[in-house]
Structure formats: structure tokens, C-alpha cells
């Protein structure tokens, strides 16, 4: 999608950090990094709105749910507010 990301994150603890990072951490970290790069790149505008939405997948079901929804998604992009 033009204007946002979807991903599906699946979180283990791997005895490796501790305390192990939390996915607030995580996605701070990723927004961090990528608009540094951008920024690095000459970027000027913001890239990442403050806030996130998370899912928390609960069985089967609900990840196929949240896949077919995530893969549909471009097909949607043409009824999107920010559609130009």
C-alpha cells in the first residue's frame, strides 16, 4: 500500500536480551531506523504517524482472517480516503 504497512510479527523469547524487547520496542526501533534511512535519502516530508494498531492473532482462524485480509488489501486501495 501506497500510504501504510501491514505485517505479521511473530514474537519468541529466545533467551537472548534481557529483558527481552517488547514489540512496542520493536516497532520503535523499525519506524526509527527506516525514516532515518529515508531522511538519509532526502526525504523531507514525516514518514510515520505517531501511533500503531495492533492484533494480537489468536488461533488459526484469525491468522488466515488477518492474511486474506492483509493480501486483499491493494485491491482496496482505489476506495482509500488518500486515493489520489
Not at 49 to 54: C, L, V
Not at 57 to 71: C, H, K, T
Amino acid at each position: 500500500m501506497p500510504n501504510h504497512i501491514h505485517f505479521l510479527l511473530r514474537l519468541e523469547n529466545t533467551g537472548g536480551a534481557s529483558p527481552s524487547p517488547t514489540l512496542h520496542d520493536i516497532i520503535c526501533a523499525f519506524k526509527s531506523l527506516t525514516a532515518r534511512c529515508c531522511k538519509q535519502k532526502g526525504l523531507k516530508d514525516k514518514l510515520w504517524q505517531r501511533s500503531y494498531y495492533e492484533h494480537i492473532v489468536r488461533g488459526e482462524n484469525d491468522f488466515l482472517s488477518v492474511w486474506e485480509y492483509i493480501d486483499q488489501n491493494p485491491a482496496r486501495w482505489s476506495q482509500d480516503e488518500y486515493y489520489n
